[in-house]
Nanobody, 123 residues
Framework: QLQLVESGGGWVQPGGSLRLSCAASGFTLDYYAIGWFRQAPGKEREGVSCIDHRGGSTKYAESVKGRFTISRDNAKNTVYLQMNSLKPEDTAVYYC????????????????WGQGTQVTVSS
């Protein structure tokens, strides 16, 4: 069974940090680009960041540039999203997704999705 599982979410105060992980089971991520998306209550899902299958190319939403860093360890079949300087507006459910193809932040192009992990930023 092909599966993506996110972990690392939780509650953090503004200015804090979290590292999300996206682990794959049932398939290897070596040939997949990975995207991180988030959805806040009452809002549409939005792309946060993405990384190509080798990790050589990354993209970020303007709202997270300079604060979030995406990386991958294909040996561990895992992709990470390091989130620093978190703001209340970063509060959302974060999802990772895999696509056989170019890295992009168009959610409708992704083939596999995780179940999401909640990130809450508040004081």
């Amino acid at each position: 069974q092909l599966q993506l599982v996110e972990s690392g979410g939780g509650w953090v105060q503004p200015g804090g940090s979290l590292r999300l992980s996206c682990a794959a089971s049932g398939f290897t991520l070596d040939y997949y680009a990975i995207g991180w998306f988030r959805q806040a209550p009452g809002k549409e899902r939005e792309g946060v960041s993405c990384i190509d299958h080798r990790g050589g190319s990354t993209k970020y939403a303007e709202s997270v540039k300079g604060r979030f860093t995406i990386s991958r360890d294909n040996a561990k079949n895992t992709v990470y999203l390091q989130m620093n300087s978190l703001k209340p507006e970063d509060t959302a459910v974060y999802y990772c997704a895999a696509v056989w193809g170019m890295a992009n932040m168009k959610s409708n192009l992704y083939d596999y999705w995780g179940q999401g992990t909640q990130v809450t930023v508040s004081s």
